[in-house]
């Protein structure tokens, strides 16, 4: 099941750290968010959140990402692909 050439292929663990770090920025409550739900749109994330966001995966991730992904990170999927591809750089 795991495909190795995908961009955004992290592992649970990681996917799992990531997601309880957004949750936490965005106080909801982790059964509230799914891959695909829209941060803006159904949580409340304004732009200030999305740059804590992007600030904190750095931190956490080890990695560097560019502001201009920020437009990718709209959902998890979004910032599981943005943080992929950061690392592998």
């Known amino acids: 099941m795991t495909n190795t050439s995908l961009p ?7 996917k799992q750290e990531i997601k309880d770090l957004v949750c936490d920025i ?29 600030a904190a995966l750095e931190r956490t991730q080890k990695v560097t990402i560019d502001q201009s992904e920020l437009s990718r990170m709209v959902n998890l ?7 992929a591809e950061a690392a592998q750089s």
């Open 26 to 54: 965005l106080e909801i409550d982790e059964d509230e968010v799914t891959e695909t739900s829209l941060f803006k749109e159904e949580h409340d994330a304004d732009s200030l959140r999305a740059i804590e966001i992007l």
């Open 77 to 83: 999927q979004g910032v599981y692909a943005v943080v």
């Open 8 to 14: 955004n292929d992290l592992d649970a663990a990681r």
